[in-house]
């Protein structure tokens, strides 16, 4: 069993910044299978950011030059810096890890970007 819990939503100003932490209850140093996700209201579920098998990371077109993916080991944790947000990032965000052959997900984040 793996849990993964978010931390760092709130609301924040269009053109501003947050920070997302997801904390892992398992090593993550040699695991490359997670990443953000994001739904917005009335959407599907969607990838934001993810690590490759190669440990590089990708990530949505719509958020590319902004979100940044990272990785602390000693901590477990992997974050999502947000900056230059705009309104249409407004989500809950999900971080994801897969273990064993099964997806697990955090209980999400809620980021709420105002005009």
């Known amino acids: 069993q793996v849990q993964l819990v978010e931390s760092g939503g709130g609301l924040v100003q269009a053109g501003g910044s947050l920070r997302l932490s997801c904390a892992v209850s398992?090593?993550?140093?040699?695991?490359?299978?997670m990443g953000w996700y994001r739904q917005a209201p009335g959407k599907q579920r969607e990838l934001v950011a993810g690590?490759?098998?190669?440990?590089?990371?990708n990530y949505a077109d719509s958020v590319k030059g902004r979100f940044t993916l990272s990785r602390d080991n000693a901590k477990n944790t992997v974050y999502l810096q947000m900056n230059s947000l705009k309104p249409e990032d407004t989500a809950v965000y999900y971080c994801a890890a897969d273990w064993g052959g099964r997806r697990y997900w955090g209980q999400g984040t809620l980021v709420t970007v105002s005009s």
């Open positions: 398992r090593s993550i140093s040699s695991r490359n299978a």
């Open positions: 690590f490759t098998s190669g440990g590089s990371t």
